[in-house]
Protein backbone atom coordinates (compact mmCIF):
# COMPACT_ATOMS: atom_id res chain seq x y z
CA UNK A 1 0.00 0.00 0.00
CA UNK A 2 1.19 3.45 -1.21
CA UNK A 3 -0.02 5.80 2.10
CA UNK A 4 -2.20 8.29 0.61
CA UNK A 5 -0.84 11.37 2.99
CA UNK A 6 -3.16 14.08 1.60
CA UNK A 7 -6.05 12.06 2.21
CA UNK A 8 -5.14 11.25 5.81
CA UNK A 9 -6.81 12.36 9.24
CA UNK A 10 -4.31 15.59 10.18
CA UNK A 11 -5.20 14.78 13.85
CA UNK A 12 -5.29 10.93 15.64
CA UNK A 13 -8.80 9.94 17.01
CA UNK A 14 -8.64 10.22 20.84
CA UNK A 15 -8.30 6.85 21.56
CA UNK A 16 -4.63 6.48 19.65
CA UNK A 17 -3.80 10.42 20.60
CA UNK A 18 -0.87 8.74 23.46
CA UNK A 19 2.15 6.72 21.20
CA UNK A 20 5.19 5.79 23.25
CA UNK A 21 8.66 5.87 21.76
CA UNK A 22 11.21 3.23 22.98
CA UNK A 23 14.42 3.80 21.74
CA UNK A 24 15.75 7.63 20.77
CA UNK A 25 18.61 6.98 18.64
CA UNK A 26 18.81 9.19 15.45
CA UNK A 27 15.76 7.31 13.70
CA UNK A 28 13.37 6.91 16.94
CA UNK A 29 13.59 10.59 17.90
CA UNK A 30 12.83 11.76 14.36
CA UNK A 31 10.16 9.34 14.52
CA UNK A 32 8.50 11.12 17.74
CA UNK A 33 9.08 14.52 16.31
CA UNK A 34 6.95 13.56 13.09
CA UNK A 35 4.64 11.79 15.48
CA UNK A 36 4.37 15.25 17.72
CA UNK A 37 3.56 17.01 14.42
CA UNK A 38 0.50 15.06 14.05
CA UNK A 39 -0.81 15.66 17.21
CA UNK A 40 -0.11 12.75 19.00
CA UNK A 41 1.19 12.55 22.43
CA UNK A 42 4.50 11.04 22.75
CA UNK A 43 6.03 9.35 25.53
CA UNK A 44 9.51 8.05 25.43
CA UNK A 45 12.31 6.37 26.70
CA UNK A 46 16.13 6.18 25.91
CA UNK A 47 19.17 4.83 28.04
CA UNK A 48 20.58 7.98 26.75
CA UNK A 49 20.07 11.11 28.93
CA UNK A 50 21.26 13.29 26.27
CA UNK A 51 18.23 11.78 24.02
CA UNK A 52 15.32 11.97 26.30
CA UNK A 53 16.56 15.49 27.16
CA UNK A 54 15.85 16.04 23.48
CA UNK A 55 12.48 14.52 23.42
CA UNK A 56 11.48 17.12 25.87
CA UNK A 57 12.34 19.67 23.87
CA UNK A 58 10.84 18.20 21.23
CA UNK A 59 7.51 18.84 23.26
CA UNK A 60 7.13 15.33 24.29
CA UNK A 61 7.35 13.76 27.75
CA UNK A 62 11.20 11.89 28.58
CA UNK A 63 10.02 8.64 31.07
CA UNK A 64 12.61 6.93 33.25
CA UNK A 65 11.55 3.40 31.57
CA UNK A 66 10.04 1.79 29.49
CA UNK A 67 7.37 0.77 31.59
CA UNK A 68 6.35 4.43 32.58
CA UNK A 69 6.31 5.36 28.86
CA UNK A 70 3.51 3.03 27.58
CA UNK A 71 1.30 2.97 30.62
CA UNK A 72 -1.30 5.35 28.65
CA UNK A 73 -0.48 4.05 25.35
CA UNK A 74 -2.46 2.39 23.07
CA UNK A 75 -0.10 2.54 20.27
CA UNK A 76 3.97 1.55 21.22
CA UNK A 77 6.74 1.70 18.83
CA UNK A 78 9.77 0.03 19.52
CA UNK A 79 12.95 1.21 17.53
CA UNK A 80 16.06 -0.23 19.54
CA UNK A 81 18.97 -1.55 17.40
CA UNK A 82 18.56 -5.15 17.41
CA UNK A 83 16.08 -8.32 18.28
CA UNK A 84 17.74 -8.76 21.50
CA UNK A 85 16.85 -5.38 22.37
CA UNK A 86 13.54 -5.63 21.50
CA UNK A 87 13.20 -9.01 23.54
CA UNK A 88 14.49 -6.94 26.28
CA UNK A 89 12.26 -4.33 26.11
CA UNK A 90 9.23 -6.28 25.22
CA UNK A 91 9.91 -9.44 27.62
CA UNK A 92 12.38 -9.02 29.77
CA UNK A 93 12.30 -8.44 33.80
CA UNK A 94 11.26 -5.22 32.98
CA UNK A 95 9.67 -5.37 29.75
CA UNK A 96 6.45 -3.23 28.63
CA UNK A 97 4.04 -6.43 28.05
CA UNK A 98 2.50 -6.60 31.35
CA UNK A 99 2.06 -2.23 31.45
CA UNK A 100 0.14 -2.43 27.83
CA UNK A 101 -3.64 -2.90 27.65
CA UNK A 102 -5.21 -5.40 26.12
CA UNK A 103 -5.77 -4.46 22.52
CA UNK A 104 -2.73 -2.34 22.62
CA UNK A 105 -0.37 -2.56 18.98
CA UNK A 106 3.42 -2.80 19.17
CA UNK A 107 4.89 -1.63 16.01
CA UNK A 108 8.47 -3.19 16.16
CA UNK A 109 11.45 -1.39 13.70
CA UNK A 110 14.66 -3.34 14.45
CA UNK A 111 16.03 -5.14 11.79
CA UNK A 112 15.77 -8.82 13.06
CA UNK A 113 15.60 -12.35 11.69
CA UNK A 114 12.33 -13.43 10.14
CA UNK A 115 12.05 -16.13 12.59
CA UNK A 116 12.83 -13.61 15.58
CA UNK A 117 9.89 -11.23 14.25
CA UNK A 118 7.38 -14.10 14.13
CA UNK A 119 8.14 -15.49 17.83
CA UNK A 120 7.79 -12.08 19.42
CA UNK A 121 5.32 -11.70 17.26
CA UNK A 122 3.38 -14.77 18.31
CA UNK A 123 4.36 -14.39 22.45
CA UNK A 124 2.63 -10.84 21.99
CA UNK A 125 -0.08 -11.88 20.65
CA UNK A 126 -0.21 -14.27 23.49
CA UNK A 127 -0.54 -11.55 25.74
CA UNK A 128 -3.52 -10.19 23.99
CA UNK A 129 -1.55 -7.73 22.04
CA UNK A 130 -1.43 -6.70 18.60
CA UNK A 131 2.19 -6.84 16.60
CA UNK A 132 3.04 -5.41 13.34
CA UNK A 133 6.49 -6.51 11.54
CA UNK A 134 7.69 -3.10 11.09
CA UNK A 135 10.94 -2.49 9.60
CA UNK A 136 12.09 1.00 8.17
CA UNK A 137 14.06 2.54 5.48
CA UNK A 138 14.71 5.90 4.17
CA UNK A 139 17.07 7.21 7.37
CA UNK A 140 17.25 9.77 9.93
CA UNK A 141 16.30 12.79 7.40
CA UNK A 142 13.55 11.25 5.97
CA UNK A 143 12.36 9.63 9.73
CA UNK A 144 12.59 13.74 10.92
CA UNK A 145 10.29 14.32 7.85
CA UNK A 146 7.45 11.74 8.57
CA UNK A 147 8.82 10.17 4.92
CA UNK A 148 9.92 6.63 6.00
CA UNK A 149 9.38 3.68 4.08
CA UNK A 150 7.55 0.46 6.09
CA UNK A 151 8.22 -2.77 4.98
CA UNK A 152 5.22 -4.48 7.17
CA UNK A 153 3.26 -7.43 8.11
CA UNK A 154 0.95 -8.32 10.50
CA UNK A 155 -2.71 -9.04 11.05
CA UNK A 156 -5.44 -6.61 9.89
CA UNK A 157 -6.28 -5.26 13.57
CA UNK A 158 -2.99 -4.54 13.65
CA UNK A 159 -2.14 -2.72 10.69
CA UNK A 160 -5.80 -0.84 11.60
CA UNK A 161 -4.30 -0.25 14.72
CA UNK A 162 -0.81 1.06 13.71
CA UNK A 163 -2.24 3.31 10.85
CA UNK A 164 -2.82 6.80 12.71
CA UNK A 165 0.66 6.30 13.66
CA UNK A 166 1.95 5.07 10.68
CA UNK A 167 0.16 8.10 8.41
CA UNK A 168 2.73 10.22 10.86
CA UNK A 169 5.54 8.61 10.21
CA UNK A 170 5.68 7.32 7.04
CA UNK A 171 5.59 8.26 3.42
CA UNK A 172 5.32 4.66 1.97
CA UNK A 173 3.94 1.69 4.30
CA UNK A 174 3.91 -1.63 2.45
CA UNK A 175 1.24 -4.63 3.52
CA UNK A 176 3.33 -6.99 2.77
CA UNK A 177 1.16 -10.04 4.57
CA UNK A 178 -0.47 -11.07 7.27
CA UNK A 179 2.48 -12.68 9.43
CA UNK A 180 4.57 -11.06 11.35
CA UNK A 181 8.30 -12.20 9.80
CA UNK A 182 7.76 -11.15 6.22
CA UNK A 183 8.39 -7.19 6.44
CA UNK A 184 11.61 -8.56 7.87
CA UNK A 185 12.26 -10.72 5.28
CA UNK A 186 11.88 -7.84 2.89
CA UNK A 187 14.05 -5.44 5.44
CA UNK A 188 16.95 -8.19 5.16
CA UNK A 189 16.98 -8.19 1.42
CA UNK A 190 17.23 -4.05 1.46
CA UNK A 191 20.11 -4.41 3.78
CA UNK A 192 22.34 -6.72 1.84
CA UNK A 193 21.63 -4.24 -0.94
CA UNK A 194 22.75 -0.96 0.94
CA UNK A 195 25.18 -3.16 3.00
CA UNK A 196 26.71 -3.91 -0.60
CA UNK A 197 26.08 -0.27 -1.93
CA UNK A 198 28.12 1.40 0.57
CA UNK A 199 30.92 -0.98 0.15
CA UNK A 200 31.11 -0.49 -3.26
CA UNK A 201 30.63 3.02 -3.29
CA UNK A 202 33.43 3.47 -0.31
CA UNK A 203 35.25 0.80 -2.35
CA UNK A 204 34.79 3.24 -5.49
CA UNK A 205 36.02 7.31 -4.17
CA UNK A 206 39.01 5.27 -2.36
CA UNK A 207 39.87 3.67 -5.08
CA UNK A 208 40.16 6.91 -7.74
CA UNK A 209 42.09 9.27 -4.83
CA UNK A 210 44.48 6.68 -5.92
CA UNK A 211 44.26 7.88 -9.13
CA UNK A 212 45.03 11.16 -8.18
CA UNK A 213 41.45 12.38 -9.31
CA UNK A 214 39.75 14.90 -7.54
CA UNK A 215 37.30 13.46 -5.74
CA UNK A 216 34.54 16.37 -5.83
CA UNK A 217 34.35 16.28 -9.51
CA UNK A 218 34.64 12.48 -9.28
CA UNK A 219 31.39 12.52 -6.72
CA UNK A 220 29.76 15.74 -9.71
CA UNK A 221 30.31 13.11 -12.60
CA UNK A 222 28.99 9.81 -10.88
CA UNK A 223 25.95 11.24 -9.17
CA UNK A 224 24.93 11.86 -12.80
CA UNK A 225 26.12 8.38 -14.30
CA UNK A 226 24.79 4.90 -14.62
CA UNK A 227 27.51 4.28 -11.67
CA UNK A 228 25.45 5.93 -9.14
CA UNK A 229 23.32 4.81 -6.56
CA UNK A 230 21.31 6.29 -3.70
CA UNK A 231 23.87 4.89 -1.44
CA UNK A 232 26.62 6.98 -3.26
CA UNK A 233 25.37 9.87 -3.89
CA UNK A 234 24.01 9.81 0.14
CA UNK A 235 27.48 8.14 1.91
CA UNK A 236 30.01 9.24 -0.35
CA UNK A 237 28.84 13.28 0.35
CA UNK A 238 30.49 12.36 4.41
CA UNK A 239 33.35 11.23 2.61
CA UNK A 240 34.16 14.16 1.26
CA UNK A 241 33.25 16.74 4.02
CA UNK A 242 35.64 14.44 6.11
CA UNK A 243 32.82 14.45 8.97
CA UNK A 244 31.73 10.65 10.08
CA UNK A 245 28.93 11.36 12.58
CA UNK A 246 27.18 8.26 12.93
CA UNK A 247 23.80 8.62 11.08
CA UNK A 248 24.29 5.05 10.56
CA UNK A 249 26.98 3.41 12.67
CA UNK A 250 29.68 0.76 10.77
CA UNK A 251 27.92 -1.72 13.60
CA UNK A 252 24.70 -1.85 12.15
CA UNK A 253 25.89 -3.30 9.02
CA UNK A 254 28.22 -5.60 11.00
CA UNK A 255 24.87 -7.06 12.50
CA UNK A 256 22.47 -7.06 9.39
CA UNK A 257 24.81 -8.30 6.84
CA UNK A 258 25.57 -10.71 9.56
CA UNK A 259 21.92 -11.61 9.63
CA UNK A 260 22.13 -12.11 5.99
CA UNK A 261 25.27 -14.34 6.22
CA UNK A 262 23.11 -16.57 8.84
CA UNK A 263 20.22 -16.89 6.70
CA UNK A 264 22.41 -17.84 3.68
CA UNK A 265 24.15 -20.40 5.53
CA UNK A 266 21.21 -22.04 6.79
CA UNK A 267 19.37 -22.25 3.59
CA UNK A 268 22.40 -23.27 2.00
CA UNK A 269 22.47 -20.34 -0.54
CA UNK A 270 26.03 -19.03 -1.65
CA UNK A 271 26.15 -14.95 -0.89
CA UNK A 272 29.57 -14.04 -2.18
CA UNK A 273 29.37 -10.31 -2.83
CA UNK A 274 27.57 -9.69 0.41
CA UNK A 275 30.18 -12.05 2.20
CA UNK A 276 32.86 -9.34 1.12
CA UNK A 277 30.85 -6.41 2.35
CA UNK A 278 30.44 -8.11 5.89
CA UNK A 279 34.36 -8.50 5.89
CA UNK A 280 35.13 -4.95 5.10
CA UNK A 281 32.32 -3.63 7.72
CA UNK A 282 34.07 -5.98 10.12
CA UNK A 283 37.56 -5.09 9.20
CA UNK A 284 36.31 -1.16 9.87
CA UNK A 285 34.60 -1.87 12.87
CA UNK A 286 37.94 -4.16 14.03
CA UNK A 287 39.99 -1.31 13.53
CA UNK A 288 37.59 0.96 16.21
CA UNK A 289 35.18 2.63 14.14
CA UNK A 290 32.73 0.11 14.81
CA UNK A 291 30.93 3.75 16.54
CA UNK A 292 31.42 5.66 13.36
CA UNK A 293 29.08 6.28 10.80
CA UNK A 294 28.92 3.40 7.67
CA UNK A 295 30.92 5.59 5.35
CA UNK A 296 33.93 4.87 7.48
CA UNK A 297 34.68 1.96 5.16
CA UNK A 298 36.51 4.75 2.88
CA UNK A 299 38.43 5.67 5.95
CA UNK A 300 39.60 2.05 6.44
CA UNK A 301 40.41 1.35 2.76
CA UNK A 302 42.36 4.78 2.44
CA UNK A 303 44.28 3.85 5.57
CA UNK A 304 45.27 0.42 4.61
CA UNK A 305 46.50 1.99 1.05
CA UNK A 306 47.61 5.17 2.63
CA UNK A 307 45.91 7.56 1.07
CA UNK A 308 45.13 10.88 2.47
CA UNK A 309 41.46 11.69 2.02
CA UNK A 310 39.19 14.91 3.28
CA UNK A 311 40.28 15.91 6.99
CA UNK A 312 43.29 14.18 6.73
CA UNK A 313 43.74 10.13 7.45
CA UNK A 314 41.81 10.21 9.88
CA UNK A 315 43.20 7.68 11.99
CA UNK A 316 41.10 5.18 13.90
Excluded at 246 to 268: E, M, N, Y
Amino acid sequence: MILDRENAATEPDQEAASVAVIGLGSMGLGMARSLLRGGFQVRGFDVDPDALSALAEAGGTACRNPADAVEPARIVVVVVVNAAQTESVLFGPDGIIASLTPGSVIISCATMAPTEAREFGRRAEKSGLLYLDGPISGGWVKADRGELTFMASGSEDAFAAARPALQAMAGTVYELGAEPGVGSSFKIVNQLLAGVHIAAACEAITFAKSLDLDISRVFDVITKSAGNSWMFENRISHVLAGDYTPHSAVSIFTKDLGIVSDIGRRQKFPLPIASAALQLFVMTEAAGMGRDDDSSVARLLANIAGIDLPGGRQES
